[in-house]
């Protein structure tokens, strides 16, 4: 399939929605088409970036393709295991790089996609990715999820030229990575419900043509969510194939904006956690399947609430930023540093800008509880489908503490300058009272 067709020219949100991937190859027996595909690119001599579990589960196999069709190639393929996105393995694909190369192939998921996409972008060369499981939707994307002095960040790298998944290679993943999938999917219930509370209170650009193709993904997927449990063609392709999209999402609108939110944050501050703490953490799909669920919780409890104004200005006008960024840096080391230098440059602690949100909260609350009714399952309905894939469901079933949990909501609105229910429940005064609620009644 194609990307380029995805999106309507001249939309009526008033974007012409453009995306860099030129194919998408999927089915059975895809990756022996990997030939055809760089001949497509007018690549002569690739590059392939693997780490030891992904060579052995699809690398060799790309080798033996390309030495059969007599196409001269140079690899890496990364010495060492569990490999992090960071400073050192970004530096270390990038010291290997053939520079007589024409064309990366990365041959992985996740970090390995990453990396490409940045090895992609600094060597100016275009980009390939074997996908090895159906774990995370940045395939399509023009961003790299990187951990950089301690925080983890999108960094703004290459879109892959072509995408191939292999169903035969895609359904063997392991179990984990299949769930991770999923988790990584049913994200999208809370990032597009609060793309569009961002939009009716501040304003913020809203596609909802873009927004309707994430919904019929994750429709897709959850329909086929059980068959994907027994490792089923359709499913595992349903999977991937939303992934994809969700990823395209992104670059149709030139922001992350459609396919993270609230919940990507909790997997971010854990992630951020075990990089300087050494404390447990998982999946990134699997950690934002847990994060949905607990901001599916916490909406739940937003709808049943009465804004209060003159209690939500008191709140944040004898708000500390000072003693809040003493309490991320406690809370999260050194990775709270570039969240503090991040506020300096955005300034979202303004009482002026926050003088503006509180009434358009307060004027559109009722409007904000029908997008949370339209967009977002009820916390019953995303259990019975975590269970239907067997994903865990609780922080704790993952080694995370329960007791971090309500500092790991207060501290994720101070990740990005996106508008998030973090930043909403901050605005109306309710932060120590979610808090509390997240403790008592979420927290295991």
Request: net charge neutral; with cysteine; hydrophobic share 40%.
């Amino acid at each position: 399939m194609t990307v380029e067709g995805i999106m309507p020219h001249g939309c009526k949100c008033g974007k012409d929605h453009l995306c860099a991937v030129l194919e998408v190859v999927t089915g059975i027996g895809a990756i022996n088409l990997l030939p055809e595909k760089l001949l497509l690119l007018g690549a002569k001599k690739p590059f392939v970036l693997a780490d030891k579990n992904t060579y052995a589960a699809c690398g060799e196999k790309v080798e033996k393709i390309l030495k059969k069709e007599k196409i001269a190639f140079s690899s890496y393929v990364f010495p060492y295991g569990d490999i992090k996105p960071d400073e050192k393995a970004v530096g270390s694909a990038i010291m290997h790089f053939d520079s007589s190369c024409d064309v990366v192939v990365g041959v992985g998921s996740g970090v390995i996609n990453d990396i490409g996409k940045i090895l992609a972008n600094v060597s100016q060369r275009k980009y390939v990715i074997v996908a090895t499981a159906p774990s995370m939707d940045g395939y399509a994307s023009a961003t790299s999820s990187v951990d950089r002095d301690g925080l983890k960040l999108s960094l703004q790298s290459r879109c892959a030229d072509i995408i191939i998944g292999d169903t035969d290679i895609l359904k063997n993943a392991p179990e984990k990575s299949l769930v991770s999938g999923l988790g990584d999917i049913i994200a999208k219930y809370i990032s597009i419900a609060e793309w569009r509370i961002s939009n009716l209170i501040n304003g913020e650009y809203y596609c909802e043509d873009i927004a309707a193709l994430i919904r019929r993904s994750v429709k897709l997927c959850v329909e086929n969510a059980e068959g994907l449990k027994r490792r089923e063609d359709a499913a595992v392709e349903a999977v991937f194939n939303g992934l994809v999209y969700a990823g395209a999402a992104m670059s149709f609108a030139n922001a992350s904006r459609p396919a993270s939110g609230n919940e990507h944050y909790f997997s971010h501050i854990w992630d951020m956690r075990a990089l300087e703490f050494g404390t447990n953490s998982s999946t990134h799909g699997i950690q934002c399947a847990i994060g949905t669920l607990i901001c599916a919780k916490l909406y739940e409890k937003l709808r049943s609430i009465t804004p209060d104004k003159e209690k939500a200005v008191y709140a944040v006008k004898n708000f500390s930023l000072s003693s809040h960024q003493q309490d991320l840096r406690r809370f999260l080391g050194k990775g709270a540093e570039t969240m503090i230098g991040l506020e300096k440059k955005e300034n979202k602690y303004s009482l002026e800008k926050y003088e503006k949100r509180i009434d358009s909260i307060i004027d559109n609350f009722d409007g904000i509880k029908k997008i949370v009714s339209e967009e977002i399952p009820s916390a019953e309905t995303l259990e019975k489908l975590l269970d239907s894939v067997s994903c865990p469901k609780t922080p704790k079933e993952i080694g995370i503490d329960p007791s971090v949990i309500p500092e790991t909501f207060a501290a994720t609105k101070d990740i990005r300058d996106k508008y998030i229910l973090s930043r909403l429940v901050f605005d109306l005064g309710l932060t120590d009272e979610f808090c509390e609620y997240i403790r008592y009644n979420i927290g295991g």
